[in-house]
């Protein structure tokens, strides 16, 4: 009997071992309830998280379908509010980089809220997180359903900025936002050395050492009468 207990009092202490390992290593997120914020982005409080994965058309901007316009930023948030109303909402941090808005993959229950999104229509994938999301494929495929039943934006065409926003960047887009990062970079440092130099703390090594060698004319005036 002693055994047993004793086998039960080790085995439940090695569970809340790795119960509490398991919680500390847990990648934040947030639950509960959120506020809509944008097409792809939820308050939890005081904190804001995006889906990653996806771009939603932002507040402003214009989604044509014939001859008619409407605000497809407002429709995008109309529809993730639909979406998520009466309905608990789990996100967990995707990323180590602490960003603002934190970068997180989001459900209700077992769906996929990204998906839920692509395929009423409301969003795009972002080609530019697909090399590192194994979700991507899944989401290409709720995407072009979306299109081939014209839900959402695809009644007429998503705006153009949204498309580019979704668009992965070309070699040549990445090269050029690296030069722009190394002008900036030599513009500041060219800055910060044309400021040390024109700087009013001059320092002259010369002058400064003749000074110290010299004699000290005060004591000199005691010592010689005629000084």
């Known amino acids: 009997m002693k055994k047993i207990l004793f086998t039960a009092l080790v085995t439940l202490g090695l569970l809340a071992i790795q119960s509490h390992q398991t919680r500390a290593v847990a990648a934040p997120g947030a639950a509960g309830f959120p506020e809509v914020v944008e097409g792809d982005k939820l308050r939890f409080g005081n904190m804001i998280v ?27 948030t109309q529809a993730l509010t639909r979406i998520i109303e009466n309905y608990a909402v789990k996100c967990q941090q995707v990323s180590d980089v602490q960003l603002f808005p934190m970068l997180t993959e989001c459900t209700m ?34 995407q072009a359903f979306a299109k081939e039943n014209r839900k959402g934006m695809w009644m007429g065409n998503p705006p153009h900025e949204l498309v580019a926003l979704a668009a992965k960047p070309t070699a040549r887009e990445i090269q050029t936002e690296d030069d722009a990062t190394n002008r900036d970079k030599d513009t500041k440092d060219a800055g910060t050395q044309q400021h040390f130099f024109k700087s009013p703390f001059g320092i002259d090594l010369a002058a400064d050492l003749k000074r110290a060698n010299e004699p000290d004319r005060t004591l000199l005036s005691f010592l010689d009468p005629t000084s």
């Open 50 to 76: 995006e889906l990653f994965g996806i771009r939603a058309p932002r507040t402003g901007m214009i989604c044509r379908a014939g001859s008619i316009e409407f605000q497809c930023g407002a429709a995008a």
């Open 109 to 142: 229950g077992r769906s996929d809220l990204n998906r839920l999104l692509l395929r009423a229509g409301w969003a795009l994938v972002d080609m530019a997180s697909c090399d590192s999301n194994p979700t991507c494929p899944t989401y290409l495929r709720d």
